[in-house]
C-alpha cells in the first residue's frame, strides 16, 4: 500500500506517575529536578512524532517555573495520555512527488497560560494537491504548541505571532522538499 505506521508506546512504559508530597506553597528543589526529568522524556516523545502531548509539556514546563503545585497534578495527566496506545498512520498521498502541497496552520490562545502569557500551536503537513479545493490526504510533517515568548497584548497579535511562525516552518519544509525532489534544486533561488 505504500503506507506505514508507527508507535511510541515502549517509550511511555517505565514513566510513572509523581507523588505529591502535599507540602503548602511552591515546588521544592528536588520535585523540580524529578520533573524535569520525566518532562524531558515527555518532550523527546512530543516532538518526535506524539504530537499529542505537545500542550501539556508545554503548560507543565510553565507551571514548573513559577514553583505552581499544581504542575505535578498536570504532569501525571501527561504521563496517562503518553501510556495511551496511539498509531499514528502515514498515508499513501496520490499524485507524483511534485504535486504534494505544503500546509501550514496555526492557532493561538491569548493570555490564557500561567502568568497571563499566551500559547500558540502549529501544524505543517505535506497533502495532496486536492485538498486545495476540497478532501485530500494529509500527513503531518511537524506539530508543536508552545508558549509565546514575546509579550503581546491583544488576541490578533498572538494569532499573527503564530501565523507567522508557521509560515516559517512552512517555509522550510518546502525548501527541504524542494531539495530532495528537484536535481537542479538551488538554495539562492529555490523559491523560484
Known amino acids: 500500500t505504500f503506507e506505514f505506521e508507527y508507535c511510541m508506546d515502549n517509550y511511555a512504559v517505565n514513566l510513572e506517575k509523581m507523588k505529591d508530597a502535599g507540602v503548602e506553597g511552591d515546588l521544592t528543589p528536588k520535585e523540580k529536578t524529578q520533573m524535569a526529568s520525566i518532562i524531558g522524556q515527555l518532550n523527546w516523545m512530543a516532538r518526535q512524532g ?7 509539556v508545554s ?17 501525571n495527566k501527561i504521563i496517562y495520555r503518553a501510556k495511551q496506545k496511539t498509531v499514528q498512520k502515514i498515508s499513501r498521498l496520490e499524485g507524483d512527488w511534485d504535486d504534494l502541497v505544503v ?5 493561538a490562545a ?7 502569557y499566551s500559547q500558540g500551536g502549529l501544524v505543517i503537513a505535506l497533502a495532496e494537491k486536492k485538498i486545495l479545493e476540497g478532501i485530500g490526504k494529509l500527513n503531518v510533517v511537524e506539530a508543536c504548541s508552545m508558549k509565546i515568548q514575546r509579550v503581546v497584548r491583544c488576541s490578533m497579535s498572538a494569532e499573527i505571532s503564530m501565523a507567522a511562525t508557521a509560515f516559517e516552518h512552512g517555509d ?13 534544486f538551488n538554495m539562492a533561488s529555490w523559491k523560484m
Open 110 to 116: 491569548f493570555g490564557a497560560q500561567p502568568g497571563g
Open 50 to 56: 506524539r504530537f499529542d502531548l505537545c500542550y501539556g
Open 172 to 184: 522550510f519544509v518546502r525548501a527541504a522538499w524542494s531539495e530532495l525532489i528537484f536535481k537542479d
Open 59 to 75: 503548560h507543565v514546563q510553565q507551571l514548573m517555573a513559577r514553583g505552581d503545585r499544581t504542575a505535578i497534578e498536570w504532569l
Open 103 to 107: 500546509i501550514s496552520a496555526s492557532d
